[in-house]
């Protein structure tokens, strides 16, 4: 490991799964026997920063200034760590990737506006509503004999601040 102030951190204590989030996330990629480089812990410490998801680009310009993070690691990096489940991969409207760390394997849903792209988390109960169900549908789908079952569920809609305006044009609701 490349000893920097990012990876300071990461040094103090890595002999436990429990921590800081980036020590949980090194925890990870050791457990599946991936290096721990300066580019993959600059790339976690972004997207741990980030509240919300973020595409590529937004995180490639997060780390401005980190001259071993080119967009081509970035891509690389946020493909090992969707294998590790250490990121959700999720989509803006447009078919754009997101991504968001997910440290706890716990799988979180959103609600984007069409209109403003937006994105707001569900709430605990409905996410737990969907999880239920998609258990069902994946508990079905083993039953018949399949097996690495895997989905992806983004809502899209108009959020209650946006409005439709014209012949399906979409506008944000300046009060007009």
């Known amino acids: 490991m ?32 991936l290096r721990i480089t300066q580019p993959r812990i600059a790339i976690l410490n972004a997207l741990i920063r980030r509240e919300q998801p973020a595409s590529i680009e937004q995180i490639h310009n997060d780390l401005k200034g980190n001259t071993f993070c080119d967009l081509v690691t970035v891509y690389r990096c946020l493909a090992a760590f969707e294998e590790l489940d250490l990121v959700r991969r999720c989509f803006f409207h ?32 409905t996410t737990a509503d969907l999880n239920s169900a998609i258990k069902r549908v994946e508990d079905v789908l083993k039953s018949r004999g399949y097996s690495d079952i895997g989905h992806m569920v983004e809502f899209f809609a108009v959020s209650p601040g946006a409005k439709v305006e014209g012949a399906g044009k979409l506008a944000v609701d300046a009060g007009m």
């Open 2 to 33: 490349i000893d920097t102030p990012e990876t300071n951190t990461v040094l103090a204590s890595d002999s436990s799964a429990a921590g800081t989030p980036i020590e949980v996330a090194v925890a990870r990629l050791r457990a599946a026997g």
């Open 94 to 125: 447009n078919g754009t990737s997101l991504w968001q760390i997910n440290l706890a394997g716990e799988t979180t849903y959103h609600v984007v506006c069409k209109v403003t792209n937006s994105m707001e988390q569900l709430d605990p109960q």
